[in-house]
Nanobody, 125 residues
Framework: QLQASGGGLVQAGGSLRLSCAASGRTFSYAMGWFRQAPGNEREFVAA????????YYTDSVKGRFTISRDNAKNTVILQMNSLKPEDTAVYFCAAGLETSDWYSYKYRTTPYDFWGQGTLVTVSS
């Protein structure tokens, strides 16, 4: 249902563009990006309502990352600029029904029903 891509190795200060290709009905869901560094729990990065009118970011990426939709390609994008070594992680895209639970708990993994396989982002100092 979800296929994430675009990860790689980049120097600090560089940029990467992650894509999440959604098939079937998942593209009409609310979408999120999470990341998981070695030894850490999966953490929220960004989310977007299905209309794309509402976007949300964790404080550490505000002003550097942008979540958006490409409706023509059924793809959700995470544009990552000014990358830092602490952004190094496996990044996962996720889709969830846009319910009141999603709005209340969108920063957690629980309201997301579908997950991509993850794409590794490594930022060197």
């Amino acid at each position: 249902q979800l296929q994430a891509s675009g990860g790689g190795l980049v120097q600090a200060g560089g940029s990467l563009r992650l894509s999440c290709a959604a098939s079937g009905r998942t593209f009409s869901y609310a979408m999120g990006w999470f990341r998981q560094a070695p030894g850490n729990e999966r953490e929220f990065v960004a989310a977007m309502s299905k209309s794309a009118r509402n976007t949300y970011y964790t404080d550490s990426v505000k002003g550097r990352f942008t979540i958006s939709r490409d409706n023509a390609k059924n793809t959700v994008i995470l544009q990552m600029n000014s990358l830092k070594p602490e952004d190094t992680a496996v990044y996962f895209c996720a889709a969830g029904l846009e319910t009141s639970d999603w709005y209340s708990y969108k920063y957690r993994t629980t309201p997301y029903d579908f997950w991509g396989q993850g794409t590794l982002v490594t930022v060197s100092s």
